[in-house]
């Protein structure tokens, strides 16, 4: 590659305080290339892709777009330059239209003075249309966290650049947007864009990419064309160690599950489902796919009695339930743990021990009803520890931690009451590589210490890799149950979809038929 | 020597002050001038204290902190008479003499209380209204319930009316709380409401602002009287779009204020044949003095002007 | 996956949103209305009307500028105090000799330096909106005192065609109606349509989500600050055209009126939510509520409890209407 | 993975850095008084101190009701109000033939009843707190003047002992800062301390997570709204017993005072953050600042604008020094 690099990272250090989030790194990213940067949670990549989109300043070092070296001083500056970000974090006006946030910046930066709502409404849904049929007039706010996070990507296409980079952009997204997402981003490669992608998963970095960089706690550890390593490689050079097994074993199929432990029947909310009936047994983890919107947060939220019911009976160990508030499941030893981390799942301006203390205070306060903090702490840095949470320590807001660690932080609250079911929707959104092999490990473990657990998951090779039985959620219906001999990419997707999903004519022919 | 041939002399830091609430409002100002002078007379500092606020707590705490520098009298405006028992009380106990104007508070034991009559001051305002309406007609009122002085006023106007005046129709009443948008506003409304309203009478000066205004939008029928005064109510009452006010004599307040305290604190200059010594009762007591007021009409209106006043006088107001 | 593209309405779905939400508070201020015009035959009158629009229209030009800065997640606390300075200075500015409209400019104009400094607090120094606008408050309240030594300024010598500001009338309506009207008009209409308003909604919707859009949330914050301060420094002007006078009291308690208003008509405390028509009805609501009470001839002493329990069930009906929080 | 575990701490990093929050306040405080105690020799006397203490010792009380309620998201308007009502309804008890100590609860009960009444529109109509609140200082400042029929009702005959609740002193210690520092001192500890109040935090911080962790938010919401007003009632009684009076306007504006106080001691608006302590520091900066310019005999006419400006600077010092948003 003789060409200049379009951007160029030299030498860059950030520290946070005492956290030195980013030492001496350097990056660089050719025209028309996809570059993918990996690396733990944690490492940095964030804070660099902040820094290049002008929302940080670094404290030494040296960033270069198109052989000029700069100073990005705010996001605006950094679009001027042709760079955009789609955050990892969602960061959208709820308050406003689809439309209206996905034009944002064109908004912001053009000279007409009247808004022409018409051309707008028509314009974004062309975009949005691109990834997934949503109603652009909708407020964000009545979005599921992941069509927002649909939004979030549609918002990055409207903008005129030359860089554009990804931060998991495909964490909250079930195979079929990512799909459409990768169609998308490679006819941006095409036009001569270059793209820098995060991702924990190593098939969509293996399909997509040309060239990976890999980071390691704060540090530039490599940089290789796609062709010149294997998924292996990427994993050792992340983590610094050799991960042999990606999931645990299984339940063998002579060890049967054993005694039912969650019963659920006839479950209806009135609105978006009916008819839900769903059995967790000892010892095995059950899988929940679907494609979005289908339900299935609804589903498991009510189960928890954070939303009403209307019909329906909920059984644990036998003995029903009568769950009211989610504070009767939480009682019960029923807990969920939510997709929306930041809206519903952390106090994030609160500590991490605080946090992970807030499912059951019981379990922490002395004789006078006062808490004891010392327990607290002490309950924060042995989940933390179990779950490698990077961190400085229990005590910082969990705002500080990076996007994988609040992840962490989030299912370490639900761990911490030491329930007898849990429910974990999306549960290693965002978690790297190596962490999500420790934490299917625990689950696990979990489920065969008796402990019954469903995993509500968007990912596919998870649902395979790590459950026993999979149900499979359409438009507010159990479309069909796949045992863990039955279970393949392919009949996920079809029973979510109903439909065959390898080519659109049968599609079509069979909806006529 | 000097000062034994002539008792009424103040010793060299023998401080009076005036204690009052919105202290940053007109009306004290006349009051504090006179007492000031009065003080200039006998040779005694004099200091103007109070909070800006409309708030009890807030001046007795001023008031406090005056305490806390022992002056030789305390002249209080009480925004409440009660609150201030126990803190007059406290006053007299280090020594302090206590006079109240303008608003009493009768069950401490205050040496003097100076006033004008608010109930006459009610009453003379009514039987004007009512004889320049030929006796007859409907009227209204606006208040600002739960100030003593004010709410006096206004029960005298009603009161008068109602004896002396049986063809004047009380038609409403409404609370503007001393502010010109919500008077105007009230009086708007009234007039809507009683197309022949001929008269609205309020105890104070800041309502009238709005509601002259509005009379005056409404054709200029009612006639706006009032308690107390200022320049643009002054300027109004000349150009006909006020009826007229009553004022306290302010000027009287301060000035035997000021004698009512240096007196207090100099009991022994008497010695009256009554058990005062025996009791510790003070000797110079004077349990209540009436001040007057004034009937401000277009004829006299031009005395009235505080800047006028000032500038003929030379002096800083309550800057000094 | 079926894609499907509704047909863009000629009104966006933000402004029909808006005009839903409305309907709720017509309807309670209609019904009002109604009931009162069976119990006091001089309600519907044209005068009474009138009498009640001229006795909000000025306080309703301070609360366009308040729903404004509610929307971008600020609050002034300043607002009575700024009405009265600008009155004062105005008017002190005259009575030294300045003839009134010049005068009146640069009332306006100190209002908007007082804006501007707060939006400076806010923006540079970083305090948030309530804390500096409670200092604003107190300090303009002193420097209305300052300039006027207590005492009100009486502009009786203003002359007539000013004046006719805020007394006269074209045509049996107010000026002050139709000054109020079109400020209304002009900003309800520029904050739905205006590009440069709709920073004001993303700003106050999620000021991190505006700023990686790469709106400049400081400059739209200050700005908004300096336009809540000169539609205050306006109305102080008009309140001195139709007063012809200053008070240094003048406004003491109006700000809780204002956001009252502004929060009834359905702006949100939070940022990102509120509309210039939805704050007038507010307005109109709290208006109604005074002058009925006054018309019915109410005891002094119950009014303000009857008041208090009206405005609670209209806020409470019409939640439930629309099952917004508030 | 390393990770590095500190050890915790005796006190949590909660209680540690709300400790070096205020340390910016009393530093702040602390130059104030030496300089005054240049500026005037009365300043540093125990009568003065006494004074300035007494002037916010009652209206401290409301200020601990008033932080809890910030610190779960919502505000209380009507806090003036109700301190009022309190006051007025005991006062009225105690004139019916009532022993004042029942005359009292019965005041604290109904101001909690109050809280109670604004809790069920919070938390089940679901209106905000700000308009909540606001209707409610209405209705009960109407109620005030229902029940006193407008004038100040005497209570001269209250028995001393009572009256000792709010005129008495231990030792030249008045009760009345004795009630005061055990109310904070011990609402300061079981807010740091207590698992009930960590959900009060909880909610103020993201409500929606604290429904998500099995948090009736509903119910700390509405307990706390009690709180508020009971304390509002508790200080109401005081004052009572101080003034020997209950006086219908007694507490008009108050709110926006305590409220200041509380901000400037460090809690949110939008809740999430806040301690008692800083509150009542915010709450002293302001008396000192007042007690000050009275002392030093500045002008009345410049008094509210230093004051406001003082208040602007410290405020503007102390974020500087712990560069955190107000
Ligand atoms: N505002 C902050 N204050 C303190 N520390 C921070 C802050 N933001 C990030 N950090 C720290 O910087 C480090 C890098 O974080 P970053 O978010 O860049 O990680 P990441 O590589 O994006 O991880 P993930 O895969 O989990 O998103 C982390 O240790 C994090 O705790
Ligand atoms: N607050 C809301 N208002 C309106 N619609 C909502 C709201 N929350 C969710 N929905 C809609 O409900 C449907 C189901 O959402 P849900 O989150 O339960 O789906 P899911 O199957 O869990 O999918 P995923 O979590 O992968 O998006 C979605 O179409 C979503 O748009
Ligand atoms: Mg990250
Ligand atoms: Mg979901």
């Known amino acids: ?513 | 020597l000097a000062e034994a041939a002539n008792p009424f002399r103040c010793k060299p830091d023998e401080k009076y002050v005036m204690n009052v609430m919105v202290s940053g409002v007109e009306y004290w100002f006349p009051v504090y001038e006179m007492f000031k002078q009065a003080a200039q007379q006998f040779g005694c500092k004099t200091e103007y204290t109070g909070t800006p606020e409309y708030d009890v707590n807030k001046q007795i705490a001023t008031f406090d902190q005056a305490l806390a520098q022992k002056p030789a009298g305390v002249l209080v405006h009480p925004m409440n008479s009660d609150p201030f028992i126990e803190p007059i009380n406290r006053a007299i106990e280090q020594g302090t003499a206590v006079v109240t104007f303008a608003a009493d508070s009768p069950n401490s034991k205050r040496v003097s209380y100076i006033t004008s009559d608010n109930v006459a001051e009610g009453t003379y305002a009514a039987d004007a209204v009512a004889k320049a309406m030929g006796g007859k007609g409907e009227y209204a009122v606006l208040e600002n319930p739960g100030q003593d002085n004010h709410d006096k006023r206004v029960a005298a106007f009603i009161a008068r009316m109602e004896k002396k005046w049986p063809d004047m129709k009380l038609a409403g009443r409404a609370a503007s709380n001393q502010d010109p948008t919500k008077a105007y506003q009230a009086v708007l409304s009234l007039t809507q409401a009683h197309p022949d309203l001929g008269a609205v009478f309020m105890p104070e000066a800041n309502s009238a602002i709005g509601a002259a205004q509005a009379a005056k939008e409404g054709g200029g029928k009612v006639r706006v009287m009032l308690a107390d005064v200022n320049a643009k109510i002054l300027d109004m009452i000349k150009a006909g779009e006020i009826f007229g006010s009553v004022n306290p004599n302010q000027g009287m307040q301060g000035y035997m204020g000021f004698m009512l305290l240096w007196l207090a604190k100099h009991p022994d200059l008497i010695d009256p044949m009554n058990d005062a010594k025996r009791s510790g009762f003070n000797a110079m007591s004077v349990p209540f003095v009436d001040n007057g007021f004034s009937i401000v009409t277009a004829e006299n209106a031009d005395d009235f002007y505080w800047d006028k006043y000032l500038q003929r006088r030379g002096t800083k107001g309550i800057e000094e | 996956m079926a894609v499907e593209i509704k047909p863009a309405g000629r009104r966006g779905n933000i402004a029909r949103m808006a005009t839903l939400r409305e309907a709720g508070l017509i309807a309670i201020i209609l019904a009002l209305c109604i009931a009162m015009s069976f119990a006091s035959p001089h309600f519907l009158t044209w005068g009474n009307l009138r009498a009640m629009m001229m006795s909000f229209s000025i306080e309703g030009i301070v609360v366009v500028g308040m729903t404004i800065l509610l929307i971008v997640g600020g609050i002034d606390l300043s607002v009575g105090s700024v009405v009265c300075f600008s009155m004062v200075v105005s008017g002190a500015l005259f009575l030294s000799g300045l003839d009134p409209w010049t005068a009146s400019l640069i009332g306006i104009a100190a209002s908007a330096l007082i804006g501007a400094v707060m939006g400076f607090f806010v923006t540079v120094v970083g305090l948030n909106h309530f804390i500096t606008s409670l200092a604003a408050m107190v300090i303009v309240r002193g420097m209305c005192l300052v300039v006027t030594k207590g005492t009100p300024l009486s502009l009786f010598t203003l002359p007539p065609e000013f004046k006719a500001l805020g007394q006269g009338s074209f045509r049996d309506i107010p000026y002050v109606i139709l000054i109020f009207v079109m400020v209304v008009a002009i900003f309800d209409f520029l904050l739905r349509r205006a590009t440069a308003f709709r920073k004001v909604f993303y700003t106050g919707s999620n000021e991190k989500a505006a700023q990686y859009s790469g709106i400049k949330t400081s400059h739209v914050k200050f700005w908004v600050t300096v336009l809540c301060s000169t539609l205050a420094g306006l109305a102080g002007v008009i309140y001195m055209a139709r007063f012809g006078a200053a008070t240094p009291t003048f406004g003491a308690g109006m700000e809780l009126n204002i956001i009252a208003a502004a929060v009834i008509g359905g702006a949100s405390l939070n940022g990102g939510s509120g509309t210039i028509f939805g704050a007038i009805l507010g307005m109109a609501l709290l208006s109604v509520v005074t002058s009925s009470l006054i018309l019915l001839d109410v005891s002094v002493y119950w009014q303000d409890m009857i008041k208090g329990c009206i405005l609670l069930a209209a806020v409470s009906i019409d939640h439930f209407l629309h099952s917004r929080k508030f």
């Open chain 1, 1 to 513: 590659m003789t060409e200049a690099p379009i951007l160029e990272i030299r030498n860059l250090t950030k520290t946070f305080g005492p956290v030195l989030a980013l030492s001496e790194v350097k990056f660089e990213l050719f025209r028309g290339e996809i570059h993918a940067l990996c690396g733990e949670n944690g490492a940095g990549k964030s804070t660099l892709m902040n820094m290049i989109a002008g929302l940080l300043q670094p404290d030494d070092g040296e960033i270069v777009v198109d052989g000029q070296r700069v100073s990005i001083a705010s996001p605006a500056a950094a679009q001027s330059l042709g760079i955009a970000l789609v955050h990892q974090e969602i960061a959208l006006c709820q308050d406003a239209t689809v439309a209206e946030n996905i034009y944002m910046a064109a908004i912001n930066r053009r000279r007409m003075p009247l808004m022409n709502y018409q051309k707008l409404y028509c314009d974004a849904q062309r975009v949005m249309d691109l990834l997934a049929p949503i109603p652009v007039r909708t407020r964000v706010a009545d979005l599921s966290i992941s069509n927002q996070q649909l939004v979030e990507i549609a918002k990055a296409l409207t903008l005129d650049c030359k860089v554009l980079m990804l931060d998991e952009p495909t964490a909250a997204l079930t195979e079929s947007e990512a799909r459409r997402l990768f169609a998308i981003v490679r006819g941006l490669k095409q036009r001569g864009i270059s793209i820098v992608y995060i991702s924990h998963r190593m098939a969509e970095i293996f399909s997509l990419c040309d060239r990976i960089t890999i980071f390691r706690d704060g540090r530039y550890v490599a940089t290789d064309p796609i062709e010149a390593v294997s998924p292996d490689d990427v994993v050792r050079k992340m983590v610094g160690r050799e991960i042999t097994q990606l999931y645990p074993d299984k339940l063998l199929p002579q060890e049967k599950p054993g005694r039912a432990i969650l019963c659920v029947e006839g479950l209806a909310d009135g609105k978006r489902f009916a008819d839900v009936d769903i059995e967790v047994r000892e010892g095995e983890i059950l899988g929940v796919g679907g494609l979005i919107g289908a339900g299935r947060s609804e589903i498991a939220q009510t189960i928890c009695g954070i939303r009403a019911a209307v019909a329906g009976t909920i059984a644990l160990n036998g003995s029903p339930l009568n769950i009211r508030h989610y504070r009767d499941a939480v009682d019960a030893g029923l807990v969920y743990l939510s997709e929306d981390r930041k809206g519903s799942g952390l106090f994030l301006d609160m500590p991490i021990a605080a946090n992970i203390a807030a499912l059951d205070l019981g379990r922490l306060t002395g004789r006078l009803g006062l808490l004891d903090r010392r327990a607290e702490a002490q309950q924060a840095s042995c989940l933390t520890r179990r779950l490698g949470v990077r961190m400085a320590g229990v005590e910082a807001a969990v705002s500080t931690l990076s996007g994988g660690n609040q992840q962490k932080v989030a299912i370490a609250k639900q761990l911490s009451i030491s329930p007898k079911v849990i429910i974990m929707d999306e549960p290693t959104r965002g978690i790297d590589v190596g962490a999500k092999v420790e934490i299917h490990r625990l689950l696990r473990q979990l489920a065969s210490q008796g402990v019954g657990i469903i995993v509500i998951s968007s990912e596919l090779p998870e649902l395979i890799g790590l459950c026993d039985r999979v149900m499979v959620v359409r438009e507010g219906k159990i479309a069909g149950e796949l045992g863990a001999d039955e279970l393949s990419e392919e009949a996920i997707i079809l029973l979510a979809s109903g439909v065959q999903q390898t080519s659109t004519q049968q599609e079509e022919a069979k909806n006529v038929a």
